[in-house]
Nanobody, 124 residues
């Protein structure tokens, strides 16, 4: 069992930065690939970034490539999403998720555990 708690969301102006954190519980955290997803009302949850269980491989949606960076600290059982050059279209609820796999998937239906989400709002 893995429990996930996101933090770090908030209101920021376009061009600004935020760093999201996802604190996990559970001794097997290092055996999970992790993903960040986002969702706006009326739309499906979409993949943003993912990281392999070792942290050696990272994956990004084209819309955030070059602006967002995912990382993990297995000793602190925490995953991070550094978001730079934020745009109004990045506004969404951001969720972290754990997948009992080596590398992350982009399909949210694959993931085993989810956090409650944190709101990110980017003003123009």
């Amino acid at each position: 069992q893995v429990q996930l708690v996101e933090s770090g969301g908030g209101l920021v102006q376009a061009g600004g930065s935020l760093r999201l954190s996802c604190a996990a519980s559970g001794r097997t955290f290092s055996r999970y690939a992790m993903g960040w997803f986002r969702q706006v009302p009326g739309k499906e949850r979409e993949f943003v970034a993912g990281i392999s269980w070792s942290g050696g491989r990272t994956y990004y949606a084209d819309s955030v490539k070059g602006r967002f960076t995912i990382s993990r600290d297995n000793a602190k059982i925490t995953v991070y999403l550094q978001m730079n050059s934020l745009k109004p279209e990045d506004t969404a609820v951001y969720y972290c998720a754990a997948d009992r796999a080596v590398v992350p998937e982009t399909d949210p239906r694959i993931y085993d555990y989810w956090g409650q989400g944190t709101q990110v709002t980017v003003s123009s």
